[in-house]
Nanobody
Framework: QVLLQESGGGSVQAGGSLRLSCAASGRTFSTYDMGWFRQAPGKEREFVATISRSGGRVYYADSVKGRFTISRDNAKNTVYLQMNSLKPEDTAVYYC???????????????????WGQGTQVTVSS
């Protein structure tokens, strides 16, 4: 069983920043690619960013490229999402997830991620 726990969400004004963290249990964290997804009210859960197991490769959705940065610290079993220049359309519940399919990087589809956190709310006001 793998537990993922997000933190760092909150409410900010447009143009502000937040840093999300996702702490993982277990000893195999460094052997899996990790991802961030988000889900806005009434919308499907969508891909945001992913990072390879070593942290050497990253990939972003076009909607966040240049504003968000994904990183990880394998010694701390933690993956981060630094979000800058936030926009109202970034408002959503943000989830971290473990990529399980071992498909070639990057993996952007939900069903290839097996463990998910409970989510953290991010609200951006205009």
């Amino acid at each position: 069983q793998v537990l993922l726990q997000e933190s760092g969400g909150g409410s900010v004004q447009a143009g502000g920043s937040l840093r999300l963290s996702c702490a993982a249990s277990g000893r195999t964290f460094s052997t899996y690619d990790m991802g961030w997804f988000r889900q806005a009210p009434g919308k499907e859960r969508e891909f945001v960013a992913t990072i390879s197991r070593s942290g050497g490769r990253v990939y972003y959705a076009d909607s966040v490229k240049g504003r968000f940065t994904i990183s990880r610290d394998n010694a701390k079993n933690t993956v981060y999402l630094q979000m800058n220049s936030l926009k109202p359309e970034d408002t959503a519940v943000y989830y971290c997830a473990r990529e399980a399919s071992r498909s070639p990087f990057p993996v952007v589809v939900r069903h290839e991620y097996d463990y998910w956190g409970q989510g953290t709310q991010v609200t951006v006001s205009s």
